[in-house]
């Protein structure tokens, strides 16, 4: 048979409803329908999760937000209550929702809670502009009494060295990878000793009045016995070069402690200026050998190094490594976040809520409660303030 007519065979053979399909060059092919429709499925679905998961972690992130500012909003109200009952010399008013006292110098300070505006505190002196002290306010009244009974009274309390000004744990830092993305990379030893000195800049989220105590996580090494003490200092940063300005502290670790594994050694801190450590502030905790000579050799402190983080600095600590190779000439910069080598502890001062044991007979005061409310969260602050003036 001819090619032509073999064609024409082909054609008038085939069958009824019979179609044929250009399938293109040998072994390719497509994607069908029912694998089309099973990956959008599959991807609708994750999408979905990821949506959820995400939604999850804006709910979490927005409530604790919402906890710290009705807690800072209660606080913040508390104080200013607290230091004009301290002043008063005459207490005009105390009700529910309002007070009205005189001070030392002689001013007129009011307080009202204004339920017209979703419950605004409002704060104003003699005639001047009012001043918002806490929103979102359910409650906030006042009474002027005399107590014979024990009572809580809100006042200065002083925490000494358990109080932290920068300081992880063990495990903090893993916990934080954990569920970060991060390379992690390998711990690291930097030497003190002749010219090289280890700093780290600090930013405290506290205020402290006085540093107390310092720990270093250091080891020596069997080449290089320990031949001199190390130098702990801390200091202010300068405002304009951001390094070490004004010695706040300092201490030594003596050599004989420095052993053969990494430790925790701990070293009281001697105050050389009285500055109090501010929230928020710039400082540098220093470590260096303390001797002259050549080749003097300290010990060597461990750093864990991490790159390539994201999101962000871990913790809120907001603290770098650096390597100072010329005596604090320069410091090199940060390239790496790392778990700190140091701990630093200090004396701080806070307003704390403390129950009174003892009882007070006919003792004149202002009692409060004031109850902040935000969407479910809800804060409450209560108490008695003794009048030491009238």
Same mark, same amino acid.
């Given at each position: 048979?001819?090619?032509?007519?073999?064609?024409?065979?082909?054609?008038?053979?085939?069958?009824?409803?019979?179609?044929?399909?250009?399938?293109?060059?040998?072994?390719?092919?497509?994607?069908?329908?029912?694998?089309?429709?099973?990956?959008?499925?599959?991807?609708?679905?994750?999408?979905?999760?990821?949506?959820?998961?995400?939604?999850?972690?804006?709910?979490?992130?927005? /409530? *604790?937000? =919402?906890?710290? #500012?009705?807690?800072?909003? $209660?606080?913040?109200? !508390?104080?200013?209550?607290?230091? &004009?009952?301290?002043?008063?010399?005459?207490?005009?008013?105390?009700?529910?929702?309002?007070?009205?006292?005189?001070?030392?110098?002689?001013?007129?300070?009011?307080?009202?809670?204004?339920?017209?505006?979703?419950?605004?505190?409002?704060?104003?002196?003699?005639?001047?502009?009012?001043? /918002? *002290?806490? =929103?979102?306010? #359910?409650?906030?009244?006042? $009474?002027?009494?005399? !107590?014979?009974?024990?009572?809580? &009274?809100?006042?200065?309390?002083?925490?000494?060295?358990?109080?932290?000004?920068?300081?992880?744990?063990?495990?903090?830092?893993?916990?934080?990878?954990?569920?970060?993305?991060?390379?992690?990379?390998?711990?690291?030893?930097?030497?003190?000793?002749?010219?090289?000195?280890?700093?780290?800049?600090?930013?405290?989220?506290?205020?402290?009045?006085?540093?107390?105590?310092?720990?270093?996580?250091?080891?020596?090494? &069997?080449?290089?016995?320990?031949?001199?003490?190390?130098?702990?200092?801390?200091?202010?940063?300068?405002?304009?070069?951001?390094?070490?300005?004004?010695?706040?502290?300092?201490?030594?670790?003596?050599?004989?402690?420095?052993?053969?594994?990494?430790?925790?050694?701990?070293?009281?801190?001697?105050?050389?200026?009285?500055?109090?450590?501010?929230?928020?502030?710039?400082?540098?905790?220093?470590?260096?050998?303390?001797?002259?000579?050549?080749?003097?050799?300290?010990?060597?402190?461990?750093?864990?190094?991490?790159?390539?983080?994201?999101?962000?600095?871990?913790?809120?600590?907001?603290?770098?490594?650096?390597?100072?190779?010329?005596?604090?000439?320069?410091?090199?910069?940060?390239?790496?976040?790392?778990?700190?080598?140091?701990?630093?502890?200090?004396?701080?001062?806070?307003?704390?809520?403390?129950?009174?044991?003892?009882?007070?007979?006919?003792?004149?005061?202002?009692?409060?409660?004031?109850?902040?409310?935000?969407?479910?969260?809800?804060?409450?602050?209560?108490?008695?303030?003794?009048?030491?003036?009238?």
């Amino acid at each position: 048979m001819s090619p032509a007519a073999s064609r024409s065979c082909r054609r008038r053979c085939r069958k009824p409803g019979h179609r044929s399909f250009d399938r293109g060059p040998a072994g390719a092919r497509g994607f069908t329908l029912v694998e089309v429709l099973v990956a959008a499925s599959i991807t609708a679905l994750l999408s979905v999760a990821l949506a959820h998961l995400l939604s999850l972690v804006l709910d979490l992130t927005r /409530t *604790v937000r =919402a906890k710290d #500012d009705l807690r800072r909003d $209660a606080q913040l109200a !508390v104080a200013l209550v607290r230091r &004009d009952v301290s002043q008063a010399r005459a207490i005009l008013s105390a009700t529910e929702g309002a007070m009205a006292l005189v001070t030392d110098a002689g001013d007129t300070v009011h307080y009202a809670l204004d339920l017209t505006a979703d419950g605004v505190l409002e704060r104003w002196v003699n005639h001047g502009t009012r001043q /918002t *002290v806490a =929103a979102a306010v #359910d409650t906030a009244a006042f $009474a002027l009494r005399s !107590v014979s009974r024990p009572y809580t &009274d809100e006042r200065m309390s002083t925490v000494t060295a358990d109080a932290r000004v920068a300081k992880f744990e063990p495990g903090d830092w893993d916990q934080w990878v954990a569920r970060t993305i991060c390379d992690y990379d390998t711990r690291l030893e930097r030497k003190i000793g002749d010219s090289r000195w280890c700093a780290e800049e600090f930013w405290p989220t506290e205020g402290f009045d006085a540093l107390t105590r310092a720990a270093l996580r250091i080891k020596a090494r &069997d080449q290089y016995p320990t031949q001199v003490d190390v130098l702990i200092r801390v200091y202010t940063a300068d405002v304009v070069t951001g390094y070490p300005s004004l010695l706040l502290a300092e201490g030594r670790i003596p050599k004989a402690s420095v052993t053969q594994a990494y430790t925790w050694i701990e070293v009281p801190l001697t105050t050389i200026t009285l500055t109090s450590i501010v929230a928020g502030g710039h400082y540098w905790i220093i470590f260096r050998h303390d001797g002259t000579g050549s080749n003097t050799y300290a010990g060597h402190v461990e750093v864990e190094r991490l790159k390539n983080c994201d999101p962000g600095d871990p913790l809120n600590n907001y603290m770098f490594y650096r390597q100072s190779d010329n005596a604090g000439g320069w410091w090199d910069s940060p390239s790496h976040l790392r778990e700190t080598f140091f701990r630093l502890y200090g004396q701080r001062t806070a307003n704390q809520l403390v129950d009174q044991t003892q009882t007070i007979v006919g003792k004149l005061g202002i009692d409060y409660r004031i109850a902040l409310r935000r969407d479910s969260e809800r804060e409450y602050r209560a108490g008695y303030l003794a009048l030491h003036n009238l």
